[in-house]
């Protein structure tokens, strides 16, 4: 499924480029919350050394991206996201997760105007990384593991003439394809994108 999402997102991109001028690029900065992380493996290889533990689904998240705009309204983008988050196990224990991602995809606007609804698709790469204060005690925790996944998300923009900067907020769905159970998470953001002239 993810190769066959790989092959749509290069021919669109490919279609895009070639039949449609390019109206602008656009750099940014992003952050937000990371929710609904539900990672199992992860979550159980801790429970296999303390039954009581449960996994938290929220993390921090921060990131930056690239907005390339086309007259067929279709943005071209990139981005790179790192959520990250340290959780108390037990007494002085702490486990220590991460997601570091590099994805590209389509953005759609829905609107013309200064009020700009949107929705997008895309794939990258995924990497998770899980880490133990483990003191005396042993914790078989995952490998690190670098996955492909894929996002679908929506969200609205803000655009004035002749204003360099736009906000927007965004809600984006992720599914990464880790070892053994797929993990899945979204996350809430707002950023701010500035135009080249």
Not at 32 to 59: C, H, I, P, Q, R
Request: contains cysteine.
């Amino acid at each position: 499924m993810i190769r066959n999402l790989f092959v749509v997102l290069f021919v669109a991109l490919s279609c895009s480029v070639a039949n449609a001028g390019l109206t602008g690029i656009g750099f940014g900065i992003h952050g937000g919350v990371v929710s609904g992380y539900n990672n199992l493996t992860l979550e159980n290889s801790v429970k296999d050394a303390y039954s009581d533990f449960s996994l938290s689904k929220s993390m921090a998240d921060i990131g930056f991206h690239i907005d390339i705009g086309t007259l067929r309204i279709i943005d071209i983008e990139g981005s790179f996201d790192y959520g990250w988050k340290k959780q108390k196990v037990y007494q002085d224990i702490s486990l220590t997760y991460s997601m570091l991602s590099a994805t590209a995809g389509l953005k759609k606007s829905l609107l013309m105007g200064p009020i700009k609804p949107y929705v997008g698709i895309g794939a990258g790469l995924y990497k998770s990384a899980y880490s133990i204060d483990n003191g005396s005690v042993v914790v078989v925790l995952p490998d690190n593991e670098t996955k492909t996944g894929y996002y679908a998300k929506g969200g609205v923009g803000l655009s004035f003439p002749m204003f360099p900067i736009k906000p927007f907020a965004e809600f984006k769905y992720n599914q990464v394809q880790t070892s053994r159970k797929a993990t899945k998470y979204y996350q809430i953001l707002a950023g701010l994108t500035f135009e080249l002239p």
